[in-house]
């Protein structure tokens, strides 16, 4: 047995979640997109790994459903699963459902004497994780009477803590608002931003692959690094989110949280713990030191663009307008260049991207170094050195490979790039871990590492709010791209001006 393998299995124990407290979890919007899709599939999947056991999921939305019509859904959705029926049976026992209207105190108190009752049923001794998977528009709503009806309220003996799904505010004020309004009822240690982009495996491997391996940490900076480019990119169009994703569109809805919160895991200094504080504080200061976006000369760092007709995988995808059915100026594609103003980033461009409808799904992030400084070989090889590269695959294929220069076999002297590659598949026997699943297991254990704390939240509105307030006053310049490709040709020209290119994935 070699030495890795040896290292592995001696720490599966460390490497277990640890089983959370007995809690009731409560998911308003029940009957929506989101507690289908993603909710109820990962919190089976926590029940079936035994990591819940005294619990109950208590489904609120304005859907007249009873606890059968609900458990007649979650069936149909885990039946899809092909899980095991005997488990499915079991965790059906565990559900519930409350139909109301969020703006009626009615229904929380009805909420209340149902917590009671079934805290005492399923012996959850009253922890409770509420679960905000509505539209934005009801948070305020929710919050409040949570608040008035005291089941805020935390004591020594039993937590209540709130999941709140992004957008998170619309700007800086709004997000403020909704902040200030939380914290009227709630202490930060009870509030859980969630970015499901933190709790994908790859993006909580890139503090593991930054500070527990010591090879990188010196080439980490302006002197060995010449661009770094993250790219986030999607096939699919907006689908059946017309309504959230008109009024929102890309900026808001990927920039502002998932494409900022890789910037900084990639750009932040080692934080001295990985308690959720530590990192934080370090997140903040990456994000303080963002340059701000020059309002006169926008164009130049921020480019907008929005998918016409065209094909991926040749069948033929329509324009977002045909989409939507209606005229929208709204952006589907966003590229950017930033520069972060401090020691370790200073000069270094930042080139990101993010689009729907574009060639293909792909989540990455390259870091780009520098060329070596004189090739000693150009007597006999005449042909540009490729740079390093290292490349983060986020998603699809999780892993990441190194990009190298080695000798070609043969008697001359030529040179080969490789890619030295590591894949997760290949490595780790694993069964895939949703995010939404890690990120349930943490606020259930109390830990928020992984989720976005207020200031921070903050920080990244004020990188884009003026943005914002620019193509709002000044009715901002958009580009069009065909579907199935990686953007309008500006994406380019922002980045070939530099004397650099897009990496081709
Ligand atoms: C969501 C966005 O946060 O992330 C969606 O609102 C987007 O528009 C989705 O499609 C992408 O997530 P993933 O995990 O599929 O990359």
Known sequence: MSFIENKIESY?????????EPAGIIIFGA?????????????????????????????????????????DKILKRLNNLKSD????????????????????????????????????KHNTTGNHLFYFATPPNIY?????????NKLTVE???????????KPFGHNLESSKKLDYQLHNYLNEKQIYRIDHYLGKETVQNIMMLRFANIIFEPLWNYKYIDNIQITVAEQIGVENRVGYFDQTGLLRDMFQNHILQLLTLITMEPPASLSADMVHDEKIKVLKSIRPFPKEKLNNFIIRGQYIEGK?????????????????????????????????????????????????????VAIIFKDVPHSIFSDFYP????????????????????????????????INTLNMEFKYKNFFEYEKQDAYERLIIDA??????????????????????????????DNATLFYYPSGTWGPEEANYLIEKDGRKWRKL
């Open 12 to 20: 599966v124990e460390i490497c277990e979640d640890p089983t959370p």
């Open 85 to 120: 029926k005997n488990i499915i049976e079991k965790f059906i026992l565990h559900t519930y459902f409350l139909s109301g209207n969020y703006s009626q105190d009615k229904m929380y108190k009805d909420l209340r004497s149902k917590l009671l009752e079934l805290d005492r």
């Open 312 to 364: 991926i995988n040749n069948e033929m995808k329509k324009s977002y307008i045909e989409d939507i059915k209606k005229e929208s100026k709204t952006e589907t594609f966003i590229a950017a260049k930033l520069y972060i103003d401090n020691w370790r980033w200073s000069g270094v461009p930042f080139y990101l991207r993010t689009g729907k409808r574009l060639k293909k799904k792909i989540t990455e």
């Open 31 to 71: 009957s929506g997109d989101l507690t289908f899709r993603k909710l109820i599939p990962s919190i089976f999947n926590l029940f079936k790994k035994r990591k819940l056991k005294n619990f109950y999921l208590l489904g609120v939305g304005r859907s007249k459903l009873t606890d059968e019509e609900f458990r």
């Open 383 to 414: 042909i540009k050195i490729e740079p390093n590269a290292l490349i983060l695959r986020i998603q699809p294929d999780e892993g990441f490979s190194l990009v190298i220069q080695a000798k070609q076999p043969g008697s001359k002297i030529c």
């Open 155 to 165: 004591t020594q003996e039993k937590y209540s803590r709130i999941i709140i799904e």
């Open 140 to 148: 305020m709503p929710i919050i409040n009477y949570l608040g008035e």
């Open 444 to 473: 259930l254990l109390g830990d928020q590492t992984l989720y976005v704390r207020s200031d921070v939240m903050e920080e990244s509105w004020k990188v884009v709010t003026p943005i914002l307030d620019v193509w709002e006053k």
